[in-house]
């Protein structure tokens, strides 16, 4: 299958990503069915659809006519045969385990065109894992996009083990015609680029809390008004949400090693059920409005200190041939809208500045934090 050629696409499932996505491909000139379960949901996606692209229409980015145009290019469905019946692409986006994605490939193969390709949009899950369950692996990709899809830019192209070379050019070149920034991860590898950097800096953070380096604030503030990054590392975990930190990490965990155990204190939030903005409470409490950060409280804290570790996350995902370094750095930007890449941030700061730093917790903490070899070399 040609990206040129495709017209039609399914959906399956219009939760928080279904919806967004099917909205982004609707608003792109693709005709898109929409499965999920119930009416109801179903309901509520296109509802939620056309409010979106009603507050694109306020900012001017869509005209008024487009509206409708979009949403009469979408249509729903609760039968899984009639949404993938005619499509050239099936974008999975159910939710995140493997017996039901596995289930749902399985039927998604019996039911579309032989030339379709299969996408899942799972963040945790191995792409390799969910194409055994249908014959023709080298269909099956991995295309993830980022929360909430109409807004951000990145989308991360995986190809499982024995994905062919055409479904990765399809599923690039189909991301492009999103006007989206496709970025490459070359091995099935677990988070992927953009959660495996940045979840472990949301681990590190909250060790360094537990174990009575820095405070909650102090950390927060420093990231946000020193280190510019949209929000620290506390509020960005309320905000992901205490269950899904905690998920990503038990995979990592379990795939990459004991480094990456969730702190105590996530574990502790996790297990008391409080999950962040979603349950009113995490790091922060919510049921007083959004934290204030002010900008005094970081004055003391030593930015370097977080950023070494996740550049050396940075470093090890190419080292290990996940995604090459100007892919890194683009998909940390558009992905986590960090103000500079990894490796830009590695530049500017001094690679023997961040090998110091990584050294001296390395020395304290054990040898998950030992800089990896790429950091030497880079220039
Ligand atoms: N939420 C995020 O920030 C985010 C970001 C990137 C990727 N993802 C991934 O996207 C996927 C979906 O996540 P979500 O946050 O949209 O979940 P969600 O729970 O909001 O939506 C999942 C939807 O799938 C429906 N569903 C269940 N079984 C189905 C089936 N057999 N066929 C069709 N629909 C079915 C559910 O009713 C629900 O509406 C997961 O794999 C998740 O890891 C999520």
Redesign the pocket.
């Given at each position: 299958m040609k990206v040129e050629d495709l017209r039609k696409i399914a959906v399956?499932?219009?939760?928080?990503?279904?919806h967004g996505i099917a909205q982004v491909a609707a608003v792109a000139g693709y005709t898109v069915a929409m499965?999920?379960?119930?009416e109801e949901?179903l309901e509520r996606a296109v509802g939620n659809i056309r409010r979106s692209l009603e507050r694109l229409v306020r900012r001017g980015r869509l005209s008024e006519g487009d509206v409708e145009a979009t949403l009469s290019r979408i249509r729903t469905t609760l039968d899984?045969r009639e949404a993938v019946g005619d499509a050239g692409l099936v974008i999975e986006?159910?939710?995140?385990r493997l017996d039901?994605k596995k289930r749902?490939f399985k039927e998604v193969e019996e039911a579309a065109p032989e030339r379709a390709v299969l996408a899942s949009?799972?963040?945790?899950l191995s792409i390799t894992e969910i194409a055994e369950a249908v014959e023709d692996p080298g269909r099956v990709v991995g295309m993830?996009?980022?929360?909430p899809p109409v807004i951000m830019r990145l989308v991360e192209v995986v190809p499982g083990e024995r994905t062919s070379r055409e479904t990765v050019e399809f599923a690039l070149g189909f991301v492009k015609k999103l006007g989206k920034t496709p970025v490459l991860v070359k091995r099935d590898s677990p988070g992927f680029i953009v959660n495996r950097v940045l979840v472990p800096y949301l681990n590190e953070a909250a060790k360094m809390v537990d174990r009575g380096e820095a405070e909650v604030l102090e950390i927060d503030s420093a990231m946000q008004f020193k280190a510019r990054f949209p929000m620290g590392p506390f509020l960005l975990s309320d905000l992901i949400g205490i269950d899904i930190v905690h998920h990503i990490l038990k995979v990592f965990e379990e795939k990459l090693g004991p480094f990456y155990k969730p702190s105590e204190s996530i574990e502790r939030l996790y297990r008391e059920g409080k999950l962040g903005r979603k349950t009113g409470e995490g790091f922060y409490n919510y049921r007083e409005g959004r934290p204030q950060v002010p900008e005094e409280a970081g004055r003391g804290f030593d930015v370097n200190r977080l950023l070494a570790l996740m550049v050396n996350e940075a470093a090890k995902v190419v080292s290990e041939g996940v995604a090459e370094i100007e892919d890194v750095d683009t998909a940390m930007k558009l992905g986590a809208n960090l103000p500079e890449g990894p490796f830009e941030a590695a530049r500017r700061i001094g690679v023997g500045r961040l090998t110091e730093v990584l050294r001296e917790l390395e020395e304290r903490y054990g040898e998950g934090y030992a800089p990896s070899p790429l950091l030497s070399s880079l220039k």
């Amino acid at each position: 299958m040609k990206v040129e050629d495709l017209r039609k696409i399914a959906v399956l499932g219009a939760g928080v990503m279904g919806h967004g996505i099917a909205q982004v491909a609707a608003v792109a000139g693709y005709t898109v069915a929409m499965r999920d379960i119930s009416e109801e949901i179903l309901e509520r996606a296109v509802g939620n659809i056309r409010r979106s692209l009603e507050r694109l229409v306020r900012r001017g980015r869509l005209s008024e006519g487009d509206v409708e145009a979009t949403l009469s290019r979408i249509r729903t469905t609760l039968d899984l045969r009639e949404a993938v019946g005619d499509a050239g692409l099936v974008i999975e986006a159910v939710p995140e385990r493997l017996d039901l994605k596995k289930r749902v490939f399985k039927e998604v193969e019996e039911a579309a065109p032989e030339r379709a390709v299969l996408a899942s949009n799972t963040s945790s899950l191995s792409i390799t894992e969910i194409a055994e369950a249908v014959e023709d692996p080298g269909r099956v990709v991995g295309m993830h996009f980022f929360n909430p899809p109409v807004i951000m830019r990145l989308v991360e192209v995986v190809p499982g083990e024995r994905t062919s070379r055409e479904t990765v050019e399809f599923a690039l070149g189909f991301v492009k015609k999103l006007g989206k920034t496709p970025v490459l991860v070359k091995r099935d590898s677990p988070g992927f680029i953009v959660n495996r950097v940045l979840v472990p800096y949301l681990n590190e953070a909250a060790k360094m809390v537990d174990r009575g380096e820095a405070e909650v604030l102090e950390i927060d503030s420093a990231m946000q008004f020193k280190a510019r990054f949209p929000m620290g590392p506390f509020l960005l975990s309320d905000l992901i949400g205490i269950d899904i930190v905690h998920h990503i990490l038990k995979v990592f965990e379990e795939k990459l090693g004991p480094f990456y155990k969730p702190s105590e204190s996530i574990e502790r939030l996790y297990r008391e059920g409080k999950l962040g903005r979603k349950t009113g409470e995490g790091f922060y409490n919510y049921r007083e409005g959004r934290p204030q950060v002010p900008e005094e409280a970081g004055r003391g804290f030593d930015v370097n200190r977080l950023l070494a570790l996740m550049v050396n996350e940075a470093a090890k995902v190419v080292s290990e041939g996940v995604a090459e370094i100007e892919d890194v750095d683009t998909a940390m930007k558009l992905g986590a809208n960090l103000p500079e890449g990894p490796f830009e941030a590695a530049r500017r700061i001094g690679v023997g500045r961040l090998t110091e730093v990584l050294r001296e917790l390395e020395e304290r903490y054990g040898e998950g934090y030992a800089p990896s070899p790429l950091l030497s070399s880079l220039k």
